[in-house]
């Protein structure tokens, strides 16, 4: 053979020979990359049956802090916003003037008007003594009388429209919205800004229907919140509902002192706490089988048996807490095997293992 074409051959050789190699070591690794099928895998559990149960006359429920007033200031006219002397954050009274639009031009139509008025009502004054002396006849005074009211009127519409073209505060509180700036046009019944008032504020929280009879208006609440751990804050009763949701669940409204010490701001997840010597029945179940919190409410039931059981997510309305247990007003039904353990490895569908009597 030719020598020059042994070189060449080696070399073809060890080439096939690296590139097989690392096609191979390419497919072990990709096979080591694939995923492992764990859906046949039962995940062990905990879990409760569900069941109505005594309950003490106090009670808790969550709810939302808002604000007690809130305002939007809005514009009866329309036009060019030529001030507006606050910003985000900026502290103002009821009634407090705000800003306005550009009047420059009714403001002289008003002056003109002014004018007018003047003159008319001494032509008035000037026909009604001569009526009176029999100095003119009463077609004239009336004549006179017609067009100085006109001209009051006219004013006093004038007067309105300049009103109408300032911004004025309707509450006291805390500026939280800007939605028009200066030079911008405005048009009629615009909300300029927000204003909301957290010196006082308030909750609304949803009972069930047998404690809604035993809330009353006017009634002492303890709210806590987690932002201020230790800490409570009296609240008030200040309505209760007459008409109960699909779920027969009531709402109640909660007037809230805020706390200079401890400032509370609107939108705050807080939880309301009902005294009460009555006893009652109810759905209970623990905090812990809850999958994310009090805010996100849902639990695991299991389905199925044997080889088939699974999980299945189901979204819960609560009602009050009863120390480390909740009361489930919607989502759940006496019965129900619910998951207590092992939720956080859970998905739909999941196949599960009880690994405790229920």
């Known amino acids: 053979m030719n020598r020059k074409l042994v070189l060449p051959l080696v070399l073809l050789v060890v080439a096939v ?13 990709n096979a080591a990359k694939q995923p492992v099928d764990r859906s046949a895998i039962a995940i062990p559990i905990t879990v409760m049956t569900t069941a109505i149960g005594p309950v003490s006359g106090t009670f808790s429920v969550p709810g939302t802090l808002e604000p007690y007033d809130h305002g939007k200031v809005m514009l009866n006219a329309q ?3 030529a001030s507006l002397s606050v910003d985000l954050g900026s502290r103002v009274t009821k009634g407090q003037v705000l800003g306005s639009l550009d009047v420059a031009a009714k403001q002289l139509e008003l002056a003109a008007a002014e004018l007018s008025f003047e003159k008319l009502k001494k032509d008035n004054d000037r026909y009604k003594d001569l009526y009176a002396g029999k100095a003119a006849s009463e077609v004239s005074y009336d004549d006179a ?20 073209a300032q911004v004025i505060a309707p509450v006291s509180g805390t500026v939280v919205a800007k939605n028009i700036e ?3 046009f405005v048009p009629a019944n615009t909300a300029v800004v927000e204003v909301v008032d957290v010196a006082r504020l308030k909750a609304k929280v949803f009972v069930s229907e047998h404690d809604a009879y035993r809330v009353e208006q006017g009634q002492a609440v303890t709210i806590t919140t987690d932002i201020y751990p230790g800490e409570t804050f009296t609240g ?5 509902s007459p008409r109960g949701d699909a779920s027969h669940n009531y709402e109640v409204e909660v007037a809230v002192d805020n706390s200079k010490a401890h400032p509370l701001k609107s939108g705050t997840f807080i939880t309301a706490a009902f005294s009460g010597n ?4 109810a759905l209970l179940i623990p905090k812990t089988a809850l999958g994310e919190g009090l805010k996100n409410a849902y639990v695991f039931t299991v389905n199925g048996i044997d080889s088939t059981m699974h999980a299945s997510q189901q979204k819960l309305t609560l009602g009050r807490e009863v120390g480390d247990k909740v009361e489930v007003v ?21 196949l599960v293992r009880i690994t405790n009597a229920k």
């Open 17 to 29: 020979g690296i590139a097989f190699k690392l096609y191979a070591n390419k497919q072990k690794l």
């Open 278 to 281: 009555a006893e009652g029945e």
């Open 182 to 184: 200066v030079g911008e």
């Open 330 to 350: 919607d989502g759940l039904k006496p019965g129900a095997t619910v998951v207590l353990t092992g939720q956080l490895n859970l998905a739909e569908g999941t």
């Open 79 to 81: 036009g060019k916003l």
């Open 145 to 164: 009388r017609f067009q100085f009211e006109n001209a009051k009127v006219k004013v006093d519409q004038i007067r309105q429209q300049l009103r109408d």
């Open 236 to 240: 008030k009763v200040t309505f209760v």
